[in-house]
């Protein structure tokens, strides 16, 4: 082997060595000898954004572990008795009206929040408003058996506290990922923040099931109450704002993150102009009904689930918990490995942002609504769990399609578009619950009953398919022209940007190169 070739093979084993040092992905279109064609190493694994994914997916967890255990607990509440003649502790255990009430009770206060959260985040950071909307509904979480034992509709005020609180998180949430996502990561990035939502659910459910059965309902409260404070204070160490201020990130992603995401955004107000074209905007409309649907169904089966399998199959309450846990187990997974392949067919160029957006929303809802249909007509529990959980798990896909919106069309934006159509979505969190208390509502003849629940779960499939009809015709994965005065890249933004270190280091490599070729 001659001089030339063995100095060909040293700076080529450094130019490789520098560049996954940096450990950035860099991808165009040019021939294969240029450096660029390269397919760089992506970031590590405890990198600052994936830590910040991921303390968003168990605080997500967190919140929704908070929300849905009273769907759970309420049923052993109910069976409560007290005296010598084990009279029913709790005189409205009949009342539909009062149970769907208490059930619907925290989007109330959900709903007063929102817009709140959007701006509180621009001007003081999405960290604390995330972290101390849900240490307010821990702490207040721990009051609830004070409150049941106390009045039925001092539960009611608490919970609708309860709902101030977390109202605030998802356009804190949304705040931090437009400073923390990369374009290109956007997809994965906020899969797995947002499938806390799911995963909690799925701890939530067959938890509660068992706290209540062995320790007695109030431990539901206790546990989970304290879980949230103690996911708080780890949240205050590792979670910082902004790549800028973070005193722990490494310099690589740090200058990584400012040239792929351009600026920080947390101080920009909101034009007017700019307020008034959010609702001129047909992609700023589609995400929001797309989100209205979704929530409508979730947020219907997700809070009365529990009811169903015990007033249609008579499941005991360690059943009933664990049995309305497996589909939000199927939404997870299914959540996750959808972000993953929308990335990838990103990254790859075979689909754009917006088929992407709207061919994983359209499979989400569309799968979610043929489902129900089948649930409607099962014929055995066995039949029901199946169908419910397909039909629970493929909506997944959608979270990948609106959810992830809005940092697509308008980053700088994110937060604030995030409040505005969790606003309207937050609707349905006590419209469909009280929905289907309405309908179904027969205690006594469970084949009457299967009837008044097929009725609500054809609702909720033609909610989604008019959902999906929607979305398809007016969505974008493209960056809006009134977002664009902003500096931000737009869908055009193709690859990773090398560190100039690293692109100095390929440049003086191949000069050298050349040098030994002359």
């Known amino acids: 082997m001659d001089e030339s070739t063995d100095s060909r093979e040293k700076d080529s084993i450094q130019f490789i060595e520098a560049v996954k040092e940096r450990s950035y992905m860099y991808s165009c279109s040019r ?32 919140a929704y572990a908070l929300r849905v255990n009273l769907s759970v ?30 059930l619907g009770s925290f989007f109330y206060g959900y709903i007063t929040t929102q817009l709140l959260g959007g701006w509180l985040s621009k001007r003081v950071g999405g960290k604390r408003v995330f972290g101390y909307g849900i240490l307010c509904t821990a702490v207040l979480s721990l009051f609830s058996p004070l409150a049941v034992d106390t009045n039925v509709w001092l539960l009611v005020i608490l919970r609708i506290l309860e709902g101030v609180g977390e109202g605030v998180t998802f356009s804190a949430a949304h705040s931090l990922l437009a400073q923390w996502a990369p374009p290109l990561e956007r997809s994965i990035l906020s899969t797995v923040a947002y499938s806390g939502i799911f995963a909690g ?33 780890v949240w205050c160490v590792l979670v910082y704002d902004t790549p800028s201020v973070h005193p722990r990130i490494s310099k690589t992603e740090r200058q990584y993150l400012e040239k792929a995401i351009s600026h920080d955004r947390r101080d920009v107000s ?11 905007s047909r992609p700023v409309w589609a995400i929001i009904i797309a989100h209205v649907c979704n929530n409508f169904g979730l947020y219907t089966l997700l809070i009365t689930l529990p009811t169903y399998f015990k007033g249609v199959y008579g499941y005991n309450i360690k059943s009933n918990g664990l049995v309305s846990g497996l589909p939000y187990l ?94 309207l979505a937050t609707v349905p969190g006590f419209a469909g619950p009280e929905m289907a208390e309405a309908i179904a509502h027969s205690e006594h003849d469970v084949r009457k009953l299967q009837q008044q629940w097929r009725t609500v779960f054809f609702i909720l499939a033609a909610i989604y398919v008019a959902g999906t009809i929607i979305y398809v015709a007016l969505a974008s994965g493209e960056q809006q022209s009134w977002a664009d005065e902003t500096g931000e890249k737009t869908e055009n933004y193709e690859f990773h940007e090398l560190e100039e270190e690293a692109v100095e280091d390929a440049t003086e490599t191949y000069r050298r190169l050349d040098t030994n070729d002359g």
């Open 270 to 280: 909101v034009p007017l102009s700019v307020w008034l074209t959010f609702f001129r």
């Open 73 to 102: 607990a309420l049923v052993a509440m109910l069976n409560d008795t007290e005296g010598d003649n084990n009279t029913w502790k709790y005189e409205w255990r009949d009342d539909s009206t009062v149970k769907g009430i208490i």
């Open 330 to 423: 199927c939404i997870w997974i299914t959540t996750l490995l959808s972000g993953k392949i929308a990335d990838g067919l990103r990254q790859t160029g075979r689909l754009s942002t917006t088929k992407t957006r709207k061919l994983f929303n359209s499979l989400g809802f569309l799968a979610g609504a043929v489902f129900l249909v089948t649930l409607a007509y099962a014929r055995n529990r066995a039949e029901a769990v199946t169908f419910v959980s397909l039909s629970v798990g493929l909506t997944g896909l959608s979270q990948t399609g609106f959810l992830v919106n809005h940092l697509d069309i308008a980053p700088r934006y994110a937060g604030i578009l995030m409040s505005i159509g969790n606003t």
């Open 201 to 233: 659910t799925v701890v939530a459910l067959p938890v509660s099931g068992l706290l209540s059965g062995t320790l007695g309902w109030p431990s539901v409260f206790y546990f989970f109450g304290t879980a949230g404070i103690l996911w708080w204070i």
């Open 31 to 62: 021939c294969c000898h240029c450096p660029r064609s390269l397919q760089l190493p992506q970031l590590q694994f405890l990198s600052c954004r994936r830590i910040l994914a991921i303390m968003l997916f168990v605080g997500f967890s967190c």
